[in-house]
């Protein structure tokens, strides 16, 4: 009986292990079985969306037709109907609605989706993007798409609509479609809800090269050098340049400043001549700037000795940051700037975006410096949750240009690599706080404590707290009074994916299985720990919310925000570099502009 207890007592930890074994090799089938289901389902929507798209854009309703099953049936759909919501400044908006609702078969659906055509010269763009994955069957699926149209009436007014669709699809139930016999149909469409803006598009006119503003941008030299080649990330060569607005010579006209992969250009704004035009001056060899500065790709104008003239930081991405201190005009009204680079300890190199800020609230301007990765030998360690950045920098100006680095002492290192910085008092008690975008991961609000009993001032991350923890490829931030209620809001530029359908909830799960199929758990687990004290039980979803676009977060006036972009419609697809709040129509309410650009596929399957 002894012997047999003792026989149990061995076999009992591998009879568990075996059963764990048993339950987590069910599991990662189980996950692997979604997954797989869900990008074949993903990828046949796509290629029929495409096909509608294409339709569309070729005014063909017979490729239009076997884009739909057969069996197409809803009980109760209505028309679409444009109402106008808004007639002001040259610009209409419509809304989208359904009306007259009614039994609708195939027929009625083409001739319905005909209809967008009417009016319409000419699509510079007719696609529809998969937005999201909602529902897999075994023949059937339940998708979310975006019709995406631009072009041109035949009355020569330009228009855009944006239409979010629910389209539930089944498999192969006419011939000749896309996929033939096995592709996909939809079978029954709604309206979620429209937008369309409309105007004749003369609201603005380019006049750089009439106003004498010739810069074009060069790419970097250094990264084609046997030092610098980017051999793991080879991506960031294609990602220079920045531009700066400012009166640097102080007669009252706004001045331009671009940074560039190469050489950098400074243009002096002579005001307008007898005819009204406006005139620059490249002045940067005349004022004394470098002609050459690969991987100078912001230029921060900024008065750092309070003499009441902007001094340049020169941030660099190689070698050794710089600084030209202002030391005015001329007689011809051309400023002079000397160099103290060699005088200045600022730091060098892998900087991208440079702030300044009165952190300490000591009456100067102190300097924050956003650094990436190193490109020659480091990669992004995960594509959702990236914090192998160099570390950002403090500066505390001590006055007289002298600088020290108080990063750790304040804690803002941050570990991200960021693209974007923004300083607002968000809070009301009277000193700045700091935002920050990362790209492949997180942005976060860090909140300045003020001074503690040894002077030092401190920052505390309350991203989860505060509601501003956006999981993104953060590229810019912006801090503005969105709603007029008082109080500053906050807008993050992110990248939004036309694949954000392949985030969702399995693919994440088979990322951390990826990591242990690789073996590098180890060195990835720590981030997933991480994104699950943030996200919870729902952390499977992160992948979704790392593609979903700009964020627009309304402050409550209590320390907490509330994400809309959704609701206001301020996250369209693309991937945005920059943004700013301006009341451009001087209507009393803060526009955001937001800049967009990058490769997209020559299909246009994701971009």
């Not at 009204?276 to 060899?285: S, V």
């Not at 991987?295 to 190689?318: H, I, K, S, T």
Request: glycine residues 12%.
């Amino acid at each position: 009986m002894a012997r047999r207890s003792k026989r149990w007592r061995w076999l009992l930890p591998l009879l568990i292990a075996a059963a764990l074994a048993a339950g987590g090799t069910y599991q990662v089938r189980r996950v692997q079985e979604r997954a797989e289901a869900l990008a074949s389902t993903g990828t046949a929507a796509i290629q029929l969306l495409g096909e509608l798209g294409g339709a569309l854009k070729d005014h063909d309703p017979e490729r239009l037709r076997l884009c739909y099953a057969d069996t197409y049936h809803h009980p109760s759909q209505g028309t679409f109907e444009q109402a106008l919501a808004s007639d002001r400044d040259g610009v209409r908006v419509y809304e989208w609605e359904e009306a007259g609702a009614k039994a609708f078969d195939r027929d009625a659906v083409v001739a319905e989706m005909e209809g967008l055509l009417e009016g319409v010269d000419a699509f510079e763009l007719a696609k529809l993007k998969l937005a999201r994955v909602e529902e897999i069957g075994d023949d059937t699926a339940v998708i979310r798409a975006v019709l995406w149209l631009r072009g041109r009436r035949q009355s020569g007014e330009k228009f855009e609509s944006h239409a979010t669709l629910r389209l539930h699809l089944v498999r192969g139930t006419n011939d000749g479609g896309p996929g033939g016999a096995k592709g996909w149909r939809i079978e029954r469409q709604d309206l979620l809800s429209g937008v369309t803006t409309a105007g004749l598009g003369d609201g603005f006119t380019d006049v750089a090269a009439a106003a004498g503003i010739d810069h074009r941008l060069e790419p970097n030299p250094l990264f084609a050098t046997e030092e610098w080649r980017p051999r793991t990330f080879e991506i960031i060569q294609y990602g220079p340049a920045g531009a700066s607005a400012t009166d640097v010579d102080g007669d009252g006209w706004v001045d331009l400043f671009f940074g560039d992969g190469h050489r950098p250009h400074l243009y002096r704004n002579l005001g307008t001549d007898a005819g009204g035009r406006l005139r620059f001056r490249d002045i940067t060899a005349a004022a004394g700037l470098p002609l050459e500065a690969p991987g100078a790709n912001v230029g921060l104008f900024v008065d750092l000795d309070n003499d009441g003239d902007e001094d340049l930081v020169l941030p660099r991405f190689m070698g050794k940051n710089q600084l030209f201190r202002n030391d005015g005009a001329d007689a011809t009204g051309v400023p002079h700037f000397t160099d103290l680079s060699d005088a200045v300890d600022l730091g060098k190199t892998f900087v991208v975006v440079a702030s300044a800020v009165d952190y300490d609230n000591d009456g100067d301007l102190d300097l924050y410096f956003g650094r990436y990765l190193d490109p020659r030998t480091d990669l992004p360690t995960t594509l959702f949750y990236t914090r192998n950045g160099q570390g950002n920098t403090l500066f505390r100006n001590d006055g007289n240009f002298r600088f020290t680095d108080v990063t750790d002492e304040a804690g803002v290192r941050e570990g991200g690599l960021t693209l974007g910085v923004g300083w607002a008092d968000y809070d009301a008690d009277g000193d700045q706080d700091l935002y920050v975008a990362n790209d492949f991961g997180r942005n976060a609000l860090l909140r300045n404590e003020g001074p503690d009993a040894e002077g030092k001032v401190r920052f505390t991350d309350v991203s989860e707290e505060s509601g501003t923890l956006d999981f993104g490829f953060g590229m810019s931030v912006s801090w503005g009074d969105a709603d007029g209620d008082g109080d500053l809001d906050l807008y993050v530029s992110n990248v939004h994916s036309g694949q954000r359908w392949y985030g969702q909830s399995t693919t994440l799960q088979q990322y951390l299985l990826t990591s242990i199929r690789q073996g590098t758990i180890r060195e990835d687990f720590p981030i997933y720990r991480e994104i699950y004290g943030y996200a919870g039980s729902a952390w499977q979803s992160y992948g979704d919310r790392m593609v979903k676009g700009n964020s627009l977060m309304l402050n409550d006036g209590a320390g907490r925000f509330r994400e809309v972009s959704e609701i206001a419609g301020t996250n369209p697809f693309g991937w945005y570099w920059g943004s700013a709040f301006l009341d451009y129509d001087n209507d009393g309410r803060q526009d955001v502009y937001a800049n967009n650009g990058w490769i997209s596929g020559k299909t246009y399957a994701d971009l």
